[in-house]
């Protein structure tokens, strides 16, 4: 926290230097001149710019110097020019070096539409991650690509690599796994522990190199054979730092936790153990947070959503604390979970298991039959939550699908019909505002106990895992609701509005397709998203324009600011019912309980203040971190079971038309591309408009929609692709 506030103090600093009228636009090396800081310690300055950049407070001009963003309307006018505007020769630019295995690379810059290209010549010493500073060279007129040259290395993003160890005489190298990161790591004499050849392995770079040397370092730790059970899984988690273990000081405070509760912890909180409630998960669940009552009172329906009161044994800033925030979220990794806290908390005294009581919060809330929440409270309770139900088991209850579990539960069953009555009543009011529901099925892999997939199938939501979720979401918004009118210090999940360049595009081609859109205009709602998409519902287009509105959305994020969540048409959103695997939930549980216990003074609101902003920022910028390797995992599992299948043929879905193939997506949920080369019934080619290949003397076309037969003819784990033939059109 101190080097927080440190970081906070020389922000003010730069930017008021910025904003006295005298101060004329400088660069970045007369600045460090002005603020007295020696040549050896300008790093530092280098990250407060940026910061600063990010947060939109400052603009380079096009001169290459600084200058401060003084109001909102300065700031997006400024944000405009710098995005959007032609970028010309001679202009400087900061931002995410992204290398291409070719050899060439990018300049990603934040809120950009298009980064810039940077030839492999003028790379200089950037590697992949890398924060840079770059100047055009050539500019984006008449529609040429905008070029730039890399000036500066501002801060190196890669600090360990995972790769395989090649040993030579007396040394080594590290061939990273990463296709992006296009240098091998040298591992000089007495560097390499006890690597073998072959071994996968990760290593920490102590020297970055330049032109003429490769970087250089030391191998840390041996991750085992490739082939190995859970080894790929590994260095996929490992290439992304994801952390593995507990630190010792972590797992000791864990331990000291007490697993059981006496009559002392009830104390000031409501006692609720003889409601009845219970918890609704996965089979394979341990960590369950959530559990729901629900009872009826002629039109009105009492709904408790009861959450884990983790941060009762989460203190702020205990080691416990510290190392919640810096995972900001537990990852589901396809053979593992990498848990956000230790399991004697997760799956032990935190985990409201059945039949043991539990310290929770509680949202208590009367809906009636619009589904309108019309009075709630939250309250610190202890509860005791009577059964641990499946999705499964329950969609089985409520689709009278099994005798034997119905006689089973017979007492809980009135409870679980009037749960789907109120889920139905839920979710058509969310619907009614514009609500929208992207229904892509997930993929579930089965794995034997060597880590190998042996199955892969849509896991679709069915009508149990639907009721939670309309619960959940009710509890999220009424929570959200309730502190954004306290006006306190909050950590809200926000979803702004679709960019409408982006979304102009998609609009233009779903008008092509015979469906209604008014176009041209500066926003669109949630509502007419939705119209679209029912309107799309049963044509062969209907996945890849929902895909197309989906990826033309921005993303959500946790915000101190409450602007409200566009996919779900919701003015007032957070996270509150999964504190055990997600940090902000936590953090607004201390937040809630603060208030009910009257303690919430203006102290804590400046504390409150002072921390948020950058629990939004990690838990974001973990959450995407969670995200990407999740998927890139599945990636490389999805290819590894096609690789047991080359040469069988499979049908499938042409889910993405570009102008290099087309890809196709098996009912299996495995995507993979037929390449235009391989096409050589005729010459194909491309037309953007209509999104589709048309081979020049057939006629013959490959659109989206369109079921084909596919055979398998390449499967790569390494580089997590799968390349299909076709068979014939369907």
């Known amino acids: 926290m101190k080097k927080n506030q440190q970081i906070k103090k020389r922000k003010k600093i730069v930017y008021e230097i910025m904003c006295c009228k005298e101060y004329q636009p400088m660069r970045a090396k007369e600045l460090a001149v002005l603020l007295q800081i020696p040549a050896g310690k300008r790093e530092e300055l280098h990250k407060i710019l940026d910061m600063l950049l990010e947060e939109g407070k400052i603009s380079i001009n096009k001169r290459g110097r600084y200058e401060a963003v003084r109001s909102s309307a300065a700031k997006k006018e400024a944000e405009k020019k710098s995005v959007k505007a032609e970028r010309k020769k001679g202009q400087y630019y900061t931002g995410t070096f992204i290398s291409h295995p070719r050899g060439f690379g990018f300049l990603e810059i934040p809120e950009a539409e298009e980064d810039i290209f940077i030839p492999e010549e003028s790379i200089g010493t950037a590697l992949h991650g890398d924060t840079v500073q770059i100047v055009v060279k050539k500019d984006g007129k008449d529609g040429k690509r905008c070029e730039g040259e890399v000036v500066k290395v501002l801060e190196r993003g890669t600090r360990e690599v995972v790769g395989t160890y090649q040993q030579c005489d007396g040394f080594g190298f590290v061939v990273t796994d990463n296709q992006r990161f296009l240098k091998d790591v040298f591992i000089p004499a007495g560097k390499s522990l006890t690597a073998e050849d072959g071994d996968k392995v990760l290593a920490e770079i102590k020297d970055h190199g330049n032109k003429r040397r490769s970087p250089e370092g030391k191998i840390i730790e041996i991750l085992g054979k490739p082939g190995e059970c859970g080894v790929d899984v590994l260095c996929v988690a490992k290439s992304y730092e994801l952390p593995m273990e507990f630190p010792e000081k972590v797992a000791k405070q864990a331990e000291r936790i007490k697993e059981t509760l006496n009559e002392g912890d009830f104390y000031g909180r409501e006692d609720l153990r003889d409601?009845?409630?219970?918890?609704?998960?996965?089979?394979?669940?341990?960590?369950?947070?959530?559990?729901?009552?629900?009872?009826?009172?002629?039109?009105?329906?009492?709904?408790?959503?009861?959450?884990?009161?983790?941060?009762?044994?989460?203190?702020?800033?205990?080691?416990?604390?510290?190392?919640?925030?810096?995972?900001?979220?537990?990852?589901?990794?396809?053979?593992r979970v990498i848990p956000m806290l230790p399991q004697k908390l997760s799956n032990g005294i935190c985990s409201l298991n059945a039949g043991e009581d539990r310290l929770a919060l509680s949202c208590l809330m009367d809906i009636d039959k619009k589904g309108r929440v019309v009075s709630h409270r939250i309250v610190e309770s202890v509860i005791h939550v009577k059964e641990r139900m499946s999705y499964t088991n329950v969609k089985k209850i409520l689709l009278q699908e099994d005798e034997e579990l119905e006689k089973r539960y017979e007492e809980l069953l009135p409870m679980f019909f009037q749960m789907k009555e109120l889920s139905e009543l839920l979710r058509?009011?969310?619907?009614?505002?514009?609500?929208?529901?992207?229904?892509?099925?997930?993929?579930?892999?089965?794995?034997?106990?060597?880590?190998?997939?042996?199955?892969?199938?849509?896991?679709?939501?069915?009508?149990?895992?639907?009721?939670?979720?309309?619960?959940?979401?009710?509890?999220?918004?009424?929570?959200?609701?309730?502190?954004?009118?306290?006006?306190?210090?909050?950590?809200y999940r926000t979803h702004e509005n679709p960019d409408m360049e982006k979304m102009e595009t998609v609009l233009e081609m779903v008008h092509q397709a015979g469906i209604k859109v008014k176009k041209g205009k500066e926003t669109i709602s949630p509502k007419e998203v939705q119209k679209i998409l029912k309107e799309l519902e049963g044509m062969e287009c209907e996945p890849f324009f929902a895909r197309l509105i989906l990826r033309s959305m921005k993303q959500a994020k946790y915000t101190v600011e409450d602007t409200g969540h566009f996919g779900?048409?919701?003015?007032?959103?957070?996270?509150?019912?999964?504190?055990?695997?997600r940090y902000p939930d936590l953090q607004i549980h201390r937040i809630i309980k603060e208030t009910l216990r009257g303690k919430m003074t203006e102290a804590k609101i400046q504390h409150y203040k002072g921390i948020l902003e950058e629990v939004a920022r990690q838990s974001s910028a973990m959450e995407?971190?969670?995200?990407?390797?999740?998927?890139?995992?599945?990636?490389m599992k999805k290819a590894e079971y096609m690789k047991q299948h080359i040469g069988e043929a499979f049908e499938g879905t042409v889910s993405g038309v570009t102008e290099w193939g087309f890809y196709v997506e098996l009912d299996n949920t495995v995507e993979g591309l037929v390449h235009v080369n391989s096409l050589t019934d005729d010459y194909y080619t491309f037309d953007k408009d209509r999104y589709c290949l048309v081979g020049d003397m057939t006629g013959r076309a490959y659109r989206m929609g369109q079921r084909v037969k596919v055979w398998v003819e390449n499967a790569d784990e390494n580089t997590k692709t799968v390349d299909f033939k076709i068979e014939r059109m369907g």
């Not at 995407?624 to 990636?635: D, G, P, Q």
């Open 275 to 335: 409601v009845v409630m219970v918890t609704i998960d996965g089979e394979d669940a341990k960590d369950l947070d959530d559990a729901v009552s629900l009872t009826k009172e002629e039109d009105l329906y009492h709904l408790g959503v009861h959450i884990a009161d983790v941060s009762n044994y989460v203190q702020y800033n205990s080691a416990l604390d510290k190392e919640a925030l810096k995972r900001g979220t537990s990852v589901y990794l396809a053979d």
């Open 428 to 491: 058509n009011r969310r619907k009614k505002r514009g609500a929208i529901d992207f229904d892509f099925p997930e993929s579930k892999l089965v794995l034997d106990e060597k880590g190998k997939v042996v199955d892969i199938y849509p896991y679709e939501q069915n009508i149990a895992t639907r009721l939670i979720e309309d619960f959940m979401l009710a509890a999220n918004e009424t929570v959200a609701e309730e502190y954004c009118m306290l006006g306190l210090p909050f950590v």
């Open 568 to 581: 779900l048409a919701a003015k007032y959103y957070c996270h509150f019912t999964s504190p055990i695997r």
């Open 624 to 635: 995407r971190r969670a995200e990407e390797v999740e998927r890139e995992t599945i990636k």
